[in-house]
């Protein structure tokens, strides 16, 4: 200290504030942890409806299939930057199913979920699924045509069912999903909801209690065996409410959506 700024004894620097031993600063209430984004990866037909029901019943607000203009416009900028992920916690369904690796790296510490299906009765649910004509969906959105177009061929590259391509495309994709997320068990959860897997398995991954509710299983025709394709099924439609249902674990043979 300078001559001219000596601290005659007992007193104070001007300039110094005054501490007590052993005070400990007073410190607001934590921040919360932000919200994970949360991405249902499986292909269509794997119980990706029953998987949005089960998310938002746990208190996550995800989108299933969404169908307006803005997811269409990322989808043809190859960007993965959907703008609903704005305001909403997650995707789910073949809309995030090609951008899944983008989206780890845009959205660290994200939960993805690969809802998988026994291989035959997948098919066999597919073979019905793909049955309407798309044109025929106009009405659903504006884009919507343009944008059912767009994913399936981006991931099946395809717009007819073909049993051989499907099946394919299936099995490369969980390889592949798999192999992404090798060791990292924190980040991928891979759940089988027609063989009975549900929230005992979801809640833990996602962080939050199993409810005392059953697992919803949204598809009417969620028991008719995979031998009798033809029966009819409810197409996908953009954003539709999904209502919790009532029924118990689906038979691996069981369609789902």
Known sequence: ??????VRPGSLPRTGAVRHPGAVPRLGPPAPAPRPKIFGIGLSRTGTRSL?????????????????????????????????????????????????????RAWP???FIL????????????????????????????VYPQLQRFLRAAVYASHAFDPERF??????????????????PGDLLVLDITAGQGYERLAPFLGVPVPDEP?????????????APETPETPETPEAPVADGTAGPAAPTGGAR
Request: with cysteine; proline share 7%; net charge neutral.
């Open 109 to 111: 510490g994200a939960k």
């Open 52 to 104: 949005t029901a089960a998310l938002r019943t746990l208190g996550f607000d995800v989108a299933h299939y969404p169908a307006d203009p803005g997811t269409y416009a990322a989808l043809l900028a190859g960007t993965a930057r959907f703008p609903l992920l704005d305001h909403r916690d997650g995707i789910t369904d073949i809309t995030v199913v090609p951008y899944y690796q983008d989206l780890d």
């Open 115 to 142: 809802t998988v299906r026994e291989e035959e009765a997948w098919l066999a649910s597919c073979r019905t699924h793909w049955k309407p004509a798309i044109d025929g969906k106009a009405g659903r959105s504006e």
């Open 1 to 6: 200290m300078t001559p001219d700024r000596a």
């Open 167 to 184: 099946r394919t495309v299936a099995r490369r994709h969980t390889a592949e999903v798999l192999r992404h997320f090798a060791g990292r």
């Open 215 to 227: 697992f919803p299983h949204t598809n009417a025709y969620a028991r008719v065996p995979a031998e």
